[in-house]
């Protein structure tokens, strides 16, 4: 019984090892979208700024639910739609 439960510990542990918190991606998602809004994509990039919103949301349910690989690629996917928010943003 003891020897399962280590057994059980030690894979946790493995599986956490392979799958880290995205800490860097999700911080980088934040900082794009706050970017993107202080250049105007509301107004000049709702499309892709809402994107980034509800890529960036995914990546929250994901973290809560500690998927953290899909949280990473959520977050991803917000921080490149952000991007596109702020370029498109800028333009003249």
Do not use: F, H, N
């Amino acid at each position: 019984m003891l020897r399962s439960g280590l057994i059980a510990g030690l894979l946790g542990c493995l599986l956490m090892a392979c799958a880290p918190v995205p800490v860097q991606e999700m911080s980088d998602a934040r900082q794009a979208i706050q970017a993107a809004e202080a250049a105007g994509a509301r107004e000049r990039a709702p499309e892709e700024l809402g994107r980034a919103q509800s890529a960036m949301a995914e990546a929250l349910q994901m973290l809560q639910r500690s998927m953290y690989r899909e949280a990473q690629t959520a977050a991803v996917e917000a921080r490149e739609q952000a991007i596109m928010a702020l370029e498109t943003a800028r333009r003249p």
